[in-house]
């Protein structure tokens, strides 16, 4: 038997396909091919930088689905199954929603792979492959399954691996989708099996694809005493409520951590507090809102170097905060910032907010929408309209890319010019992160040549009536590809239901600020 796994790419411009320069390794591709059993054969195809072999021989074709990929990931599937090939689809976007992507694949599995995926290549090999599977999520490659990377061999991914020591995070913002698809729980590796995977990898340099590397402080400690003597280099994605626990913070260090991915999504105390972000409050009631003065202070004097990812639209936000935030990032010299729109997610409280306030644009799929371009507003925004966001973050963007800005914000002698590693990693980033910005504002998702062009009856950018269902958008681009189109109810298929009862083990935010 042959499979093959497929990485979509997420769109394309009108003067051609998008090739994204920096992208890494696909992590769950690797690791679904290591929980495939041996005597299947697997290829691995990156859609974001080479083509797909189509008409080559294949038994079944497995694609990893995050939202932005979801579109391009339909019209792959569609291109196989015209050709009698079956697909299965997993990941995130799967999960949340996964009454649409039922209706574009032959088979659909909810929740990670690790304690299904054999079982369904089995029913696969007896021909009894089953629409639907539901698996739970949890700990990453329990049992020390390690990823099959030499499926990355030769296709020019940056040198750096991706790992994963923990899954989740224990925290409640109303934007993330990690908060929902792992319901607000961590899942942490046992540190002797994370262990082996970084010494069984060749290189130095170490990206863990954690979703909250910190959720649970105590048991990363243990974790980054063990690290300290493999000399490794890492960054990581964490919470601000680290800067609260100094011990935490002098390990970091020690263990080789260069910097973190660390969402401020906003420099507006209400629209952070609206947003239920509590670990950018957690611990500090007495100290009131200092605009992140004392936790930048403390991942300074770290040296560790800050990625600041930004969620700009929420409730409280004004374009006055948007143009700030910039100022704000600028001020404290951080090695990267991502403006980013707030988005809202199918299954995010956010998203259901949004849809019952009617304030969802693209008939509440963006993703799917023909007309929807990466990075603009895609809901109705309270104090300004969605061009005005889309504009000001865009102002932003633009204005932290330019070469006087990286060159201004390089000067800081606590982070950016602390250490080699550290100027190295600042001088290649910043401009291959410009050049990306740069490449993907404003592309359209998917990459089908538009004769299936947008039809001007789709362009609406009147707020979406969730009593019309999804049926425009999702009729629309079905006829695209060729399927019959169909009329939903967005009660039963928005994704919202399956977790709305879920019990909140988070910290509430109320105690906190
Ligand atoms: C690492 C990462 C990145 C890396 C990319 C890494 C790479 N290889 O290229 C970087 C930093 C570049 C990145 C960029 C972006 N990312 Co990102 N990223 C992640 C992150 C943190 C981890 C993904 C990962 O590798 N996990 C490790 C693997 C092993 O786990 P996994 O993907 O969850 O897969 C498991 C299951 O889902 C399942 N599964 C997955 N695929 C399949 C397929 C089959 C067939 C089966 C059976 C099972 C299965 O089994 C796997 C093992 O258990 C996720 C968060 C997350 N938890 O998913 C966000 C995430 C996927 N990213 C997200 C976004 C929005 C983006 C950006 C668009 C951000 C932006 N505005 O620019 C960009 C662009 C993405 C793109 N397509 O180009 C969102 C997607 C939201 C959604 N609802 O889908 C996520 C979920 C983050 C979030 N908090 O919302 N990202
Ligand atoms: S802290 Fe980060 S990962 Fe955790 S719920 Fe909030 S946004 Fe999601």
């Known amino acids: ?214 959720s649970d402080q105590q048991q990363a400690k243990e974790f980054l005493r063990a690290l300290i003597p493999l000399k490794v280099k890492w960054v990581s994605q964490a919470s601000l409520d680290m800067t609260n626990d100094l011990e935490l913070m002098d390990l970091l260090s020690r263990s080789g951590c260069i910097g973190n991915v660390v969402g401020f999504e906003s420099i507006v105390p209400e629209s952070v507090k609206s947003m239920k972000k509590a670990p950018n409050f957690l611990g500090r009631k007495a100290l009131g809102w200092d605009r992140y003065e004392k936790q930048v202070r403390i991942l300074r004097d770290h040296h560790l170097q800050t990625w600041a990812t930004f969620t700009l639209g929420h409730d409280f936000d004004t374009i006055e905060s948007i143009d700030e935030t910039h100022h704000f990032a600028m001020e404290n010299k951080f090695c990267f910032a991502a403006y980013n729109i707030l988005m809202p997610y199918p299954g995010t409280p956010l998203y259901k907010r949004l849809r019952d306030e009617k304030r969802l644009l693209y008939g509440g799929k963006w993703w799917l929408h023909p007309d929807y371009r990466f990075n603009h507003a895609s809901f109705i925004p309270k104090n300004m309209t969605p061009d005005e966001l889309t504009e000001a973050v865009w102002r932003n963007r633009d204005r932290w890319n330019r070469p006087w800005s990286i060159f201004r914000r390089l000067w800081d002698f606590k982070t950016n010019l602390s250490s080699l590693t550290r100027f190295l990693l600042y001088l290649s980033y910043n401009p291959l992160y410009a050049k990306e910005t740069f490449n993907k504002q404003g592309m359209l998702l998917g990459l089908m040549k538009r004769s299936e062009k947008p039809k001007p009856e789709s362009i609406d950018f009147t707020p979406w009536d969730p009593a019309k269902g999804y049926a425009p958008v999702d009729g629309l681009f079905m006829e695209g590809l060729g399927m019959e189109s169909y009329g939903e109810n967005p009660d039963e298929i928005c994704g919202c239901t399956a977790n709305e009862t879920s019990p909140l083990t988070t910290v509430s935010i109320s105690e906190t600020v």
């Open 1 to 214: 038997m042959k499979l093959t796994l497929i990485f979509p790419n997420m769109g394309f411009h009108s003067h051609g396909g998008y090739t994204d320069e920096a992208r890494m390794e696909p992590l769950p591709l690797s690791l679904l091919a290591a929980l495939t059993p041996p005597d299947v054969e697997c290829v691995m195809y990156d859609d974001r930088m080479e083509d797909i072999p189509f008409d080559e021989p294949t038994d079944l074709v497995a694609i990893s689905i995050e939202i932005y990929t979801a579109r391009r990931s339909y019209e792959i599937a569609a291109k196989y199954r015209e050709r009698g090939i079956p697909v299965i689809f997993g990941g995130m976007h799967v999960t949340l929603i996964p009454e649409e992507a039922g209706k574009f694949a032959d088979s659909i599995y909810i929740g990670d792979a690790e304690t299904g995926w054999a079982g369904v290549i089995e029913d696969f090999k007896r021909g009894e492959l089953k629409a639907i599977y539901q698996a739970p999520v949890g700990v990453p490659q329990e049992g020390g399954i390690i990823p099959r990377r030499e499926l990355y061999a030769d296709k020019g991914y940056l040198p750096l691996s991706l790992l994963q020591y923990t899954r989740g995070c224990r925290f409640a913002c109303d934007f993330c989708a990690v908060s929902v698809y792992f319901d607000r729980k961590n899942y942490v590796r046992s540190t002797q099996e994370i262990l082996r995977e970084i010494e069984e990898q060749n290189r130095k340099f170490l990206f863990f694809v954690d979703d909250n590397f910190l």
